[in-house]
């Protein structure tokens, strides 16, 4: 091994010249600003197809980011993988969609539960309607649909064009063999979708309001969303919970003999929700009050290592040959660090879907809990307390491999306060400058780079011409700098994504790459 390498990634950092909402630009950064004009760095892509997406049309995230961050290839992932399930017939001849579908053929209901949208993040629209069309066709009498309104992958007042995609489709389908219904609903950072365990009140909110049907009722999904909207002023994502019911009673609370399906294809907001249906008696993170016994099944297996959900119905990548496999074959030992949001991601992510160690000798893990709050309210987040920790990691001379994540820039960003975000990526900037001068002291190479873009991209124009916040991750590249005190480490001039990251690691560190890995950047 040369030097150490040290590998920074400032989760939600796009890179555009475009100045309209780009709170990057915009914001006070003198160490990007002096990288930039002192260290080889390029813009690498970052969403689409090098990410293992269906089009350059489909946003990067965070998931996808990390696994091609860390494994060095090209997978096909969320979307793609599901659309190529569903075009192919394979996800109707699972044995999952065979026994939900059964189970409720002329007797139950059949519930779908996820994000409606065609954000391509978490879920996608045309995914759900593909179901319930072949729901249909299999001899299903009852289904109801459990949605979560977006507005954070999608324009943030979006909603109401999808919930009336929806009930389009289902005003085709209901007939006298066949009733399906939106049944409730909610904001997606209201209620269910909570992740790495950080706001269990919020998974509870919407428990209750999905199974139980309990919540304010409405006549209508429109009807709650303007009703909300007139007196909250929320965007969708904020929007509270609802119910939609006919003389006082829910149309579709979750019995006893029914089937669930999450149609959400990505895994960390899915988990929660995921344990509350498969979690036993010994389910205990909170009351679920009587619980349905009722078959339940992600869209794809969220956590491959701790088997979450117990069933799903599409088989997720296989990913082998990963970077920290290559470290430890090495006898490299590797930290990894972030806060709650986003150490999922510099862990099982970055290991490809792994939740356990390749190496417990080899890798040391490190985990800041995050606030329970609106991360606009404290930018700055856990910056301080994350570079604290790679500091730490640098001074004490144990690990070749550092890695570590920054939120900032993403979560904020999704908050769509722009003041905030412009902190956001201040405070990432400033613990950079720290992390720096460390590396210098302690002779380590420092990769900055990002995983996809959110902060460079706050505002938009709609359709009709006018400004609006926007709070879904971009489309535009990320940086990726390599500084080195000692030498200047050149890259070649191309097209490279964030799979190409993995190989130029292990250039710089000395070892030889997977034949299966995309070229090295470096020279």
């Known amino acids: 091994m040369k030097k150490p390498v040290v590998l920074v990634v400032m989760d939600g950092v796009g890179e555009t010249p475009v100045e309209l909402g780009n709170m990057v630009m915009k914001a006070t950064t003198p160490t990007l600003d002096w990288f930039k004009a002192n260290a080889p760095w390029q813009c690498i892509k970052a969403h689409g197809s090098a990410v293992g997406l269906p089009t350059d049309d489909d946003m990067g995230n965070s998931e996808v980011g990390h696994n091609a961050l860390g494994c060095g290839q090209i997978y ?46 978490h879920s996608n629209i045309s995914h759900l309607i593909a179901m319930l069309r072949e729901a249909k066709k299999e001899g299903v009498t009852r289904v109801r649909v459990h949605i979560l309104l977006d507005g954070r992958d999608v324009p943030a007042t979006s909603a109401l064009e999808y919930v009336d995609q929806l009930e389009k489709v289902l005003a085709e389908l209901n007939d006298a063999a066949f009733d399906g219904r939106i049944a409730s609903g909610g904001g997606r950072m209201t209620i269910t979708m909570d992740r790495y365990q950080a706001n269990w009140p919020m998974v509870k909110a919407g428990w209750d309001t999905h199974v139980h049907g309990e919540g304010r009722q409405f006549p209508t999904a429109k009807e709650a969303i303007e009703t909300y909207r007139a007196e909250t002023g929320c ?41 509350a ?9 909170f009351d679920r009050g009587a619980v349905p016994q009722v078959r339940y099944a992600g869209m794809l297996e969220y956590d491959g290592d701790l088997k979450i959900p117990h069933n799903y119905l599409v088989n ?55 606030d329970v709050r609106s991360f606009d309210e404290c930018p700055w987040m856990k910056a301080t307390e ?6 730490a990691a640098i001074e004490s001379k144990q690990y070749g491999f ?16 722009l003041l905030a975000t412009e902190i956001a990526v201040e405070s990432v900037d400033l613990q950079l400058a720290r992390i720096k001068k460390v590396c210098d002291e302690q002779g380590c190479i420092l990769i900055v ?38 030498e200047r480490h050149e890259m070649k001039e191309g097209h490279f994504g964030l ?7 292990a250039g710089l560190l000395g070892i030889k790459p997977y034949d299966s890995w995309e070229e090295s950047m470096l020279k």
């Open 402 to 417: 550092i890695r570590c994540n920054f939120p900032n820039g993403d979560m904020v960003g999704h908050t769509g306060n």
């Open 277 to 285: 249906f498969d979690g036993g008696a010994d389910f205990d993170k």
């Open 386 to 391: 994350i570079a604290d920790l790679v500091i």
């Open 316 to 370: 997720p990548p296989q990913i082998h040959e990963t970077l920290t496999e290559l470290l430890v074959a090495h006898g490299i030992k590797e930290y990894a660090c972030s806060e709650t949001q986003k150490y999922g991601h510099v862990t099982y992510f970055w290991n490809g879907n792994r939740s356990g160690k390749v190496s417990e000798e080899l890798e040391d893990y490190a985990e800041v809990p995050s």
């Open 449 to 486: 780079t990002a995983d996809h873009g959110n902060s460079d991209q706050m505002l938009e124009k709609n359709k009709k011409g006018a400004v609006q916040v926007r709070t879904a991750h971009s489309l535009n590249p990320v940086p990726f700098i390599i500084y080195d005190k000692d």
């Open 235 to 275: 965007i969708d994502q904020d929007l509270p919970a609802f119910v939609i019911a006919e003389n006082g009673q829910p149309v579709g609370t979750i019995q006893d003999g029914d089937s669930v399906i999450l149609y959400n294809f990505r895994g960390d907001r899915a988990q929660e929700i995921s344990m």
């Open 76 to 121: 096909s992932q969320g979307a793609k993988l599901v659309n190529e399930s569903i075009e192919s017939g394979l996800i109707y001849q699972s044995e999952t969609w065979k026994s939900l579908v059964g189970a409720v053929k002329g007797r139950g209901t059949l519930h779908f539960l996820g994000l409606l949208s065609d954000g391509n993040v």
């Open 499 to 505: 799979a190409n990251v993995a190989p130029t690691v």
